[in-house]
């Protein structure tokens, strides 16, 4: 088998013949001619099913144009395809009736089913040998002919069919001839059997033939038909016999799909049997005795193709099929693609119109031609869709390719380079509405800089398309668009709709120096009163203006401050709010080093006038300012002024000091939100002063807020202003309204003031921290009313003192000393301890100092609110946490034991400790402080 010019590949006859003729040298039905040796070959090729008449013909004995003629294409045991085309010879070599003669090709499997019925009649098949002839044949390709063609079928469909009526050749009987909408509804109905049998063999169904009961030759012209109008992927590799021999088991005849027989002309039908359980039944003569599933309509898209096929549109046709390709469901899809495909006909031409590239673009398989003629089709989308939106949004994909805006790009930067702005807008519309926007600034930024040798010279119009496109793709337009020709560009870039930063750059581009050579020399007789207007717009001008006057302004201030000292000299009314609003706009954009400078010059102090005086405290303008110098260097000093500027009275209420340091203190909020470190920014000492600034205000704000405050830090506090922090601490028992408190009914509500004093003043587990805190204790009582001096002396030493320690302070000497009635409370408390043994003081922590009964309470007290349920919840919360009863048993055995020992120790030493301040007791025994570890929360921070 070979592929050439034509396929060609190994024939073989097969008829009666003596053993002489017989390439097997066998007599009777033989190989009788062969291109090919191989026993194999030779025994498939005899193998063939043979041929016979049927029945009713064997009586007549007819000649070889009256009777039936096979053509055959079946699978090749070997691969491939058997072609055959037999013959009805009237005798045998053995002058008997009714012999045949065979003649097979060989043939590839591409070799399709169109072109084998091509052959039917045709000279080339071989339809008798001579005997004594040679018995080597050549290989040979596929004969062709021209009784089933396109030609033939689109007459036989819709025209005049001609050629031969006799039995033999005929591809259209007589009683069809003149009838051709019933030669069409046959093709349907049979174009609807192979497509059941064709889907019930892939499905490997029981029913999966046609049987067909006509003509040979008309059989041959509806299998082409099939063959030509129904999609490749169904018919291309259609197998079929023309005629089998009805009594000879057709219904066992599985090599083909479609299985076509001749029973005469009488009223004979097929067997019943074979269009109901082996596949279905065509009866060309008797159509009553078809299978039901035929009748119906064919299937969608059948009639469309026929259609096609009678009008001889075998482009179109193959367009069609092209399009459907191997989709299953693409007959279905027919309809719809045959407009489809004429307009890929069209564009094939070279005469596609926009509703065929619209109709293309909607369908994907369109979409799929469009692509491979990708450059004839933009040749027509390119200038077409300038004007027409559907292509414009049908071919949106093609035309945001940056190749294509590149192209839109340049012919719009062509017209506006020329002054055509109707060319412009019509070009550059394609690349804004097809550009995403990336891309679409990329196309700006290349059109600005393709433009920039013209800019100057471009007119108002002109620069304003430019501006435009540069607003909506979001690029910063040319100095040379932003600097006006004159007044009325000028207006036109301050016009409200104007982006602010580009308001700021004109206003920027006209307010400098003529040397700077920034406007068009075409705007210098109009520079003055250009200036007064750029002057009158940003003394007015929004935050947002200023802040891109400033941006641009500010690598200039050195150099020609009049950008900024000609907008506020002379003050006047709109200085202040201009001000305010460059304040907000650019403290972080003019350098600091500008700002001071700026600020001095203008005397925004008030020092020599009252032109600004206040205002750097107005509107927290101070703060904006310092928070803007961010970590330059420059604003330092101004820092270091303010700092200055607050001392004790800011801790005494004054107003103006308090607006100083809530400036700074917001200034500096904001650069610690900032991430910029105070210590590099504000000069030394500084950050203490601002923090011990922030304890102190806040603890006379809220002097509970002390109790969150580590210990001395209040007393740090005061004392980085020069301040005594016991005269603090009585500022806080004036104004905290505690001279009204009667410690013995309401003990409570001097927790406050005790932690406050606490914070100043910490007890630790040494002696002396107790006894320095009740010395400032004693001497804050002087400002107690007479009648609760003794009560608020005694709150705090058996409130807050370790009882160990209570006695000892009692015996120290110091001024002011206890009021008799303290000493007193304090000796009756201890005694009332003692007497009742194992009753304990228990210090209150820092932070319990308010609420019900946070301050002092006796142990009796405390015994009573236990009685009552007080505390019980907070008990059973610290019970429920899952610890063991025996931990907490452990627990108190080493509280009972650790209490005997320090009794012990206590009692072995004096009362009192002989130098408290350089010889402290020692530390308490290991077993108290892991008592103190658990009882963590009800304990003083420093008690032992």
């Known amino acids: 088998m070979s592929v050439g010019q034509a396929t060609t590949g190994d024939q073989f006859y097969v008829t009666h013949c003596v053993t002489a003729d017989s390439v097997t040298n066998a007599p009777g039905y033989s190989v009788r001619a062969a291109s090919a040796a191989d026993p194999d070959a030779l025994r498939r090729a005899l193998e063939y099913p043979p041929y016979e008449l049927p029945l009713d013909m064997w009586k007549d004995k007819p000649g070889k144009a009256h009777a039936p003629r096979r053509l055959s294409r079946v699978p090749h045991p070997d691969g491939g395809v058997w072609v055959v085309h037999t013959v009805y010879l009237e005798k045998d070599t053995m002058n008997r009736d009714r012999s045949y003669f065979s003649h097979l090709l060989h043939l590839p499997e591409s070799v399709t089913a169109a072109a084998v019925l091509e052959s039917w009649a045709a000279d080339g098949w071989a339809k008798e040998y001579p005997t004594g002839a040679t018995k080597t044949l050549r290989q040979t390709a596929l004969p062709r002919g021209d009784a089933v063609s396109p030609a033939a079928l689109s007459a036989f469909l819709g025209g005049t069919p001609a050629g031969p009526t006799d039995l033999a050749s005929a591809v259209c009987p007589p009683r069809l001839r003149t009838d051709p909408a019933a030669r069409k509804a046959l093709a349907a109905r049979f174009l609807a059997g192979v497509l059941r049998a064709t889907a019930a063999r892939n499905a490997g169904q029981a029913r999966d033939r046609l049987f067909v009961h006509a003509e040979p030759g008309l059989t041959a012209m509806l299998l082409y038909a099939a063959a030509r109008a129904l999609p490749p992927a169904v018919a291309a590799d259609l197998t079929f016999s023309t005629f089998e021999p009805a009594h000879r088991a057709i219904r066992d005849f599985t090599k083909a799909a479609v299985v076509g027989t001749w029973l005469g002309a009488g009223g004979k039908g097929l067997d019943p049997d074979l269009g109901a359980a082996r596949g279905f039944a065509l009866d060309a003569l008797h159509p009553d005795r078809s299978s039901p599933e035929l009748a119906a309509a064919p299937p969608t898209g059948v009639a469309d193709l026929l259609d096609l096929a009678a009008a001889g549109e075998w482009e179109l046709l193959d367009a069609v099929h092209h399009l459907i390709g191997d989709d299953p469901g693409g007959l279905a899809a027919v309809p719809r693609t045959i407009p489809l495909a004429k307009s890929a006909a069209r564009l094939d031409r070279g005469r596609v119109s926009v509703d065929d590239?619209?109709?293309?673009?909607?369908?994907?398989?369109?979409?799929?031609?469009?692509?491979?003629?990708?450059?004839?089709?933009?040749?027509?989308?390119?200038?077409?869709?300038?004007?027409?939106?559907?292509?414009?949004?049908?071919?949106?994909?093609?035309?945001?390719?940056?190749?294509?805006?590149?192209?839109?790009?340049?012919?719009?930067?062509?017209?506006?380079?020329?002054?055509?702005?109707?060319?412009?807008?019509?070009?550059?519309?394609?690349?804004?509405?097809?550009?995403?926007?990336?891309?679409?600034?990329?196309?700006?930024?290349?059109?600005?800089?393709?433009?920039?040798?013209?800019?100057?010279?471009?007119?108002?119009?002109?620069?304003?398309?430019l501006r435009d496109a540069c607003g909506r793709a979001g690029v910063w337009p040319d100095h040379h668009l932003l600097a006006p020709t004159g007044p009325a560009e000028f207006d036109a870039l301050l016009a409200p709709d104007s982006p602010p930063g580009w308001q700021g750059y004109a206003c920027f581009a006209v307010m400098g120096p003529d040397g700077k050579n920034w406007l068009a020399e075409a705007a210098r007789p109009h520079r003055p009163a250009m200036r007064e207007t750029a002057r009158r717009h940003l003394l007015a001008a929004a935050a947002p203006v200023l802040a891109g006057y400033a941006h641009h302004a500010r690598a200039h201030l050195a150099a020609d401050p009049g950008f900024l000292y000609d907008l506020l000299r002379p003050h006047g009314p709109e200085s202040g709010p201009f001000l305010s609003r460059l304040i907000d706009a650019a403290a972080n954009r003019i350098p600091a080093a500008d700002w001071v400078k700026l600020l001095g010059d203008l005397d925004i102090y008030g020092q020599n006038n009252k032109d600004w005086e206040g205002f750097l405290l107005e509107g927290d303008h101070l703060a904006k300012l310092l928070a803007g110098f961010g970590a330059d260097p420059a604003g330092m000093p101004v820092w270091a002024g303010y700092l200055d500027l607050i001392g004790p009275d800011l801790l005494a209420g004054d107003e103006w000091e308090t607006q100083v340091f809530t400036q700074l203190s917001k200034a500096a909020r904001a650069l610690g939100a900032a991430g910029v470190p105070l210590k590099g920014v504000l000069p030394a000492g500084g950050p203490a002063k601002l923090n011990a600034a922030e304890t102190v205000l806040a603890v006379s704000a809220d002097p509970a807020a002390a109790a969150r405050l580590e210990g001395g830090a209040l007393a740090a506090a005061y004392q980085a202003f020069g301040m005594d922090p016991l005269d603090g601490l009585k500022r806080i028992y004036a104004r905290g309204g505690f001279r009204a408190v009667d410690p013995d009914a309401q003990p409570g509500r001097l927790g406050p003031l005790v932690s406050a004093v606490l914070a100043c003043y910490p007890i630790t587990h040494e002696y002396f921290t107790a006894r320095t805190a009740v010395t400032q204790w004693l001497a804050l009582s002087e400002d107690c009313p007479e009648e609760h001096r003794a009560a608020f002396q005694a709150l705090f030493v058996r409130g807050y003192v370790p009882e160990q320690w209570q006695a000892d302070v009692l015996g120290d000497e110091r001024k002011p000393k206890f009021h008799p009635d303290a000493e007193e409370r304090i000796r009756d408390g201890l005694a009332t301890e003692r007497k009742f043994g194992g009753e304990k003081y228990t210090r209150p922590g820092r932070r319990g100092g308010s609420g019900d009964g946070g301050g002092y309470a006796s142990p009796a007290t405390r015994r009573a609110g236990q009685t009552k349920g007080v505390g019980g919840a907070r008990r059973r919360g610290r019970g429920s946490g899952g610890v063991p009863i025996l931990l907490w048993v452990a627990v108190a055995a080493v509280v009972v034991v650790g209490g005997v020992v320090l009794v012990l120790q206590l009692s072995k030493g004096s009362a009192k400790p002989t130098n408290p301040d350089t010889a402290p007791p020692p530390d308490p025994p290991k077993k108290v402080e892991k008592v103190d570890k658990d009882k963590k929360g009800t304990k003083g921070k420093g008690e032992p």
Not at 405 to 431: I, N
Not at 459 to 465: C, D, E, F, M, N
């Open 357 to 465: 590239l619209l109709a293309l673009k909607a369908d994907r398989r369109g979409a799929g031609l469009l692509a491979r003629k990708a450059d004839a089709v933009w040749a027509v989308v390119k200038d077409a869709a300038v004007t027409d939106a559907r292509l414009r949004a049908a071919f949106r994909d093609w035309l945001a390719d940056p190749e294509r805006l590149r192209a839109y790009r340049h012919e719009a930067c062509e017209a506006l380079a020329k002054g055509d702005v109707a060319g412009w807008d019509a070009r550059w519309a394609m690349v804004a509405e097809a550009a995403d926007p990336a891309q679409l600034q990329a196309q700006t930024e290349k059109a600005q800089a393709a433009l920039d040798d013209h800019l100057p010279d471009l007119s108002p119009a002109a620069r304003g398309r």
